[in-house]
């Protein structure tokens, strides 16, 4: 048609809906690039019977959401660490994240 300027290119198309693990944020990053308070809480998180099931790496920011309120288990002794959150499971946290943000400023 004449159209320079118009290509068309390949599309990338992502195989995972998350990124690795090593290439995770960590609570203190996310914390600052957010610009809300990042303080570490208690240690409530051990409390839960299947802590050990969390892990490594998103044990530092776990812990900080639980403390933070923003997390909660899915009884008063199980995390679940290792399953998936439903819509409104995910919305709820959100919304106290953002809650917590909007608090702080």
């Known amino acids: 048609m004449g159209w320079e300027e ?7 198309i992502q195989r ?3 990124c690795d693990e090593e290439r995770e944020l960590t609570r203190a990053e996310y914390a600052r690039q957010g610009g809300y308070n990042a ?3 208690g240690m409530a ?3 839960y019977a299947d802590y ?6 998103a044990l530092e920011a776990m812990d900080w959401a639980n403390a933070a309120g923003i997390l909660n288990g899915t009884s008063a002794t199980m995390l679940a660490p290792q399953g998936q959150a439903a819509r409104a499971q995910a919305a709820a946290m ?3 994240l953002c809650q917590t943000a ?3 400023v």
């Open 6 to 12: 118009l290509r068309v290119k390949p599309l990338k």
């Open 16 to 18: 995972s809906p998350f």
């Open 39 to 41: 303080a570490q809480g």
């Open 45 to 47: 998180i051990r409390e």
């Open 52 to 57: 050990d099931a969390i892990s490594r790496y």
């Open 94 to 96: 959100l919304t106290r």
């Open 102 to 104: 909007v608090q702080e």
